[in-house]
């Protein structure tokens, strides 16, 4: 936690029972981590026995903290745990060989930033073709979790051909934060049979 220079926690406490959903599912799974923020869902995943993980972010501070909170749980950088600073839109559209058992993106509501040149992103505009592009790296039976914390967002599941999608939100909030269970959206999205 960094309460000195900011306030910044590095933790997002709404999403504990979504954490808890990863470290409890990922078992023996290969686990992609988009726009990870300080890497606590990675942590959690390399806790449920994740067999590797891979955590980007466009941000070298918010990686290298990642980084440190890998280590500080008993997990050391290297293979199987491997950090990349990207542009998560940039890197899914390079072919990949990797396919993953579970994905997990909660993406920003907007930005613009310098890192991503003349783009910008904003999740209701884009979250489709996000979506798209990350479901191609799913691993057969894999599970892609979709969440972010814009409070109109609206899922277009019908412009996602060959995926089911399943809004989780309710279940991925906590107690402490039911009073305002518009503080983020979150669904479970994996390929149609």
């Known amino acids: 936690m960094n309460l000195t220079d900011y306030l910044d926690t590095g933790l997002f406490l709404d999403h504990r029972p979504t954490r808890a959903l990863i470290r ?8 992609l981590n988009l726009f990870a923020y300080t890497g606590t869902a990675s942590v959690y995943a390399a806790a449920g026995g994740a067999a590797s993980t891979t955590t980007i972010d466009m941000s070298s501070v918010y990686l290298d903290w990642a980084r440190r909170n890998m280590a500080l749980n008993g997990f050391a950088e290297g293979p199987p745990h491997r950090f990349v600073r990207a542009d998560c839109l940039a890197w899914l559209a390079t072919p990949r060989p990797e396919r993953y058992h579970m994905i997990f993106v909660d993406p920003p509501t907007f930005s613009n930033s310098k890192r991503m040149g003349q783009d910008t992103f904003e999740v209701q505009r884009d979250h489709v073709a996000l979506i798209n592009a990350a479901a191609k790296l799913l691993a057969r039976g894999g599970v892609l979790f979709f969440s972010n914390n814009y409070r109109h967002f609206r899922m277009h599941s019908a412009a996602l051909p060959g995926l089911a999608v399943e809004d989780i939100s309710h279940a991925t909030i906590p107690v402490d ?4 269970p518009r503080i983020h959206t979150c669904w479970r999205i994996t390929r149609q049979a």
């Open 24 to 31: 409890d599912t990922i078992r023996g799974g290969r686990f």
């Open 177 to 180: 934060f039911q009073r305002n």
